[in-house]
C-alpha cells in the first residue's frame, strides 16, 4: 500500500480529549486523528457517549440513520444510537449512546458488566460503519476496551463484504490494564461454536478470558507507545502475563513514541500563562517561576529550584521511591516543590503529609486543574517522573518544550524522550536515572540540583530541551508508515 494514499481509518477509543479522559489514551486519540485528518485522511473517531461529555460544547448531533439501533450482547439486547460531534479544531468524533451501558458515576467502573459495555461499544461502531455503508481500510483499536475487534472481524464478520479487505491495528497504551472477565461469559462474545477455539485456552482453563490478549493475538499488527515500552512488553519483568503471546506476535509489534499537541502544550501560545517565552525570553519563565511560587505560599527566594509533579498517584508512577528521599533531600538542600494529582491512598497522604512537614516548601494540590498543570510545567524549573514502568509519558515532553528539566527513570518512553545531559560536551536534555530505588533517585536529584547551581551548563540543558520536536506531525507519519505495511 502506497503511504500517500488516502487512508479510512476507524479509530476505536474508550476515551478522547477533552470529552472523556482519565489518562493518555484520551490524549492519542484525539491528536493522533486530529493530526490524520489534517493530513487528508477520512478518519472516523468513535467513543462511548459516556453522561459526563458535553454533548453541546462539542456540537452532538443526531446522525439520521443511525439511530435507535439494536444490538444484542449475550443475554441482553440494547438500543443505541450514533451521535456525530466535533473536538476542538474541528476534528469530527462519533459518539456511541446507549445511557444503559455509558450513563454512569464515572468513565470505567468495576460493575459485573464492565466487559459488555465495551463489547457492545465495539460492536456498535462496527455496525455503524455498516449502516453508513463506509468500508474502512484500517480499524485502528487502542487497549483493551476494543481489543476484541480483530477476532470479531476474523468470525462475526467475516461475510461482510465490506470489512473484506480491513486490515486491524492494535496500539497497546498500558499493558497493566487487559479487560479480564469470567470464562463462563464467554457467550458475551457472540461467536459461533466453530470460532470458540480460537479463545485462548490457558486463560479458559484457568476460568477467565483477556481481551487484550486476544487483540494480540488476533490483530495484524500491534504497536504500542514507545519503542522501549514495546522491548520491555516482551519480558517478564514489564509483560503483565502477556509477554509469551508478545513474543509470539514479536515479528508483528512495533514502538511508535507518542506526540505532543503543541497547540495546547507550548509555552508560546499557552492560553492558561498571562505571558509567554521561548529560549530567547527565559526571564518570562523566570519571573511566571516568582508569581507561581507567591500563588502558592512557597519560600519566594529565586534561587531556590521548584520541582514540580503532574501525575495520576499509581504504583507505576514510583513515587514510593520519594518516600525517604524527599524529607532527606529537602533538609539539606534548597529545594521548593509542588505536586499535582490523585489517586491511590498512600500517595495522597505522603503528600499531604510532606506538605504539613515543610510549610513554605511543599505544596499538594489533590485533584486535578488543567490551568494548575500548566503553570507547574511552566513555573517549574525541574519535573520529576520516578516511574517503576512509563510506556510513553507525555509530560516530560511537555517539560521539555517549557525549559524544565525532567529528572526521570530510564524506562519505556522516558527513555526514549530524554537523554542524560553531558557537561563534557553540552548534550542532553534531563537527568535519567537507571535503578528503581531510593539512593537512584536521591542521586538524580543531587546531581540536577548541583547542575541548577552552574547557570551556563543549566541554561545549556533547558535550551537543549526546548528544542526537542515531538509533534504529532512526526508520530502520525509513523503510524501512517504502518499502515501502508498492512
Known amino acids: 500500500?502506497?503511504?500517500?494514499k488516502?487512508?479510512?481509518?476507524?479509530?476505536?477509543?474508550?476515551?478522547?480529549?477533552?470529552?472523556?479522559?482519565?489518562?493518555?489514551?484520551?490524549?492519542?486519540?484525539?491528536?493522533?486523528?486530529?493530526?490524520?485528518?489534517?493530513?487528508?485522511?477520512?478518519?472516523?473517531?468513535?467513543?462511548?457517549?459516556?453522561?459526563?461529555?458535553?454533548?453541546?460544547?462539542?456540537?452532538?448531533?443526531?446522525?439520521?440513520?443511525?439511530?435507535?439501533?439494536?444490538l444484542t450482547v449475550g443475554a441482553r439486547a440494547f438500543v443505541f444510537s450514533v451521535l456525530r460531534g466535533k473536538l476542538p479544531g474541528g476534528t469530527p468524533v462519533f459518539l456511541v449512546d446507549c445511557p444503559a451501558l455509558f450513563a454512569r458515576a464515572s468513565i470505567y467502573t468495576s460493575d459485573a458488566d464492565e466487559h459488555v459495555r465495551f463489547i457492545a461499544f465495539t460492536r456498535a461502531a462496527l455496525m455503524a460503519c455498516g449502516e453508513m455503508r463506509w468500508a474502512p481500510r484500517i480499524v485502528h483499536c487502542n487497549d483493551w476496551h476494543t481489543a476484541f475487534a480483530p477476532l470479531l472481524l476474523r468470525t462475526v464478520l467475516k461475510d461482510e463484504p465490506l470489512f473484506a479487505t480491513t486490515s486491524t491495528l492494535l496500539t497497546i497504551h498500558n499493558i497493566g490494564y487487559q479487560g479480564i472477565f469470567a470464562a463462563s461469559q464467554a457467550k458475551d462474545l457472540g461467536l459461533a461454536p466453530g470460532a470458540t477455539p480460537l479463545l485462548y485456552s490457558p486463560d479458559l482453563a484457568a476460568g477467565q478470558i483477556n481481551a487484550l490478549r486476544h487483540g494480540i493475538l488476533y490483530a495484524d499488527a500491534i504497536n504500542t507507545v514507545s519503542p522501549t515500552y514495546a522491548r520491555e512488553i516482551c519480558t517478564s519483568?514489564?509483560?503483565?502475563?502477556?509477554?509469551?503471546?508478545?513474543?509470539?506476535?514479536?515479528?508483528?509489534?512495533?514502538?511508535?513514541l507518542n506526540g505532543v499537541d503543541y497547540e495546547e502544550?507550548?509555552?508560546?501560545?499557552?492560553?492558561?500563562?498571562?505571558?509567554?517565552?521561548?529560549?530567547?525570553?527565559?526571564?518570562v519563565k523566570t519571573r511566571l517561576k516568582a508569581a507561581f511560587v507567591a500563588r502558592l505560599g512557597l519560600d519566594p527566594d529565586p534561587a531556590i529550584p521548584l520541582a514540580g509533579v503532574v501525575s495520576r498517584l499509581a504504583t507505576q508512577k514510583g513515587f514510593e521511591l520519594m518516600y525517604e528521599t524527599l524529607?532527606?533531600?529537602?533538609?539539606?538542600?534548597?529545594?521548593?516543590?509542588?505536586?499535582?494529582?490523585?489517586?491511590?491512598?498512600?500517595?495522597?497522604?505522603f503528600f499531604s503529609a510532606l506538605a504539613l512537614r515543610y510549610p513554605g516548601r511543599v505544596h499538594f494540590h489533590q485533584g486535578y486543574d488543567e490551568e494548575l498543570a500548566h503553570w507547574i510545567e511552566a513555573a517549574s524549573d525541574l519535573f520529576l517522573m520516578p516511574s517503576r514502568y512509563e510506556p510513553c509519558g507525555l509530560n516530560q515532553m511537555y517539560s521539555l518544550r517549557y525549559g524544565t528539566v525532567p529528572v526521570v527513570r530510564?524506562?519505556?518512553?522516558?527513555?526514549?524522550?530524554?537523554?542524560?545531559?553531558?557537561?563534557?560536551?553540552?548534550?542532553?536534555?534531563?537527568?535519567?536515572f537507571n535503578d528503581f530505588d531510593g539512593p537512584a533517585l536521591e542521586w538524580a536529584l543531587n546531581t540536577t540540583l548541583d547542575l541548577y547551581a552552574q547557570p551556563a551548563p543549566w541554561a545549556r540543558v533547558v535550551r537543549n530541551g526546548m528544542e526537542c520536536d515531538f509533534s504529532w506531525q512526526r508520530a502520525a507519519s509513523e503510524y501512517l508508515a504502518l499502515y501502508a505495511r498492512l
Not at 34 to 53: C, E, M, N, Q, W
Open 327 to 349: 524529607p532527606r533531600v529537602l533538609s539539606q538542600r534548597a529545594l521548593n516543590f509542588v505536586v499535582l494529582g490523585a489517586g491511590e491512598t498512600q500517595y495522597e497522604e
Open 237 to 256: 519483568e514489564y509483560g503483565m502475563g502477556l509477554d509469551d503471546s508478545l513474543r509470539v506476535r514479536s515479528q508483528d509489534l512495533s514502538g511508535i
Open 1 to 4: 500500500m502506497n503511504p500517500q
Open 265 to 283: 502544550w507550548d509555552p508560546r501560545i499557552d492560553r492558561y500563562l498571562p505571558t509567554h517565552y521561548d529560549p530567547a525570553h527565559l526571564a
Open 6 to 70: 488516502r487512508y479510512a481509518v476507524c479509530m476505536l477509543a474508550a476515551e478522547v480529549a477533552p470529552l472523556s479522559k482519565t489518562g493518555g489514551l484520551a490524549d492519542v486519540a484525539a491528536a493522533l486523528s486530529k493530526a490524520l485528518v489534517a493530513a487528508g485522511h477520512d478518519v472516523r473517531l468513535f467513543t462511548p457517549a459516556y453522561s459526563s461529555i458535553d454533548r453541546a460544547a462539542c456540537a452532538a448531533r443526531a446522525v439520521p440513520n443511525l439511530q435507535k439501533l439494536r
Open 410 to 432: 530510564r524506562t519505556g518512553g522516558l527513555a526514549d524522550s530524554v537523554r542524560h545531559f553531558n557537561p563534557e560536551d553540552g548534550t542532553g536534555t534531563g537527568v535519567v
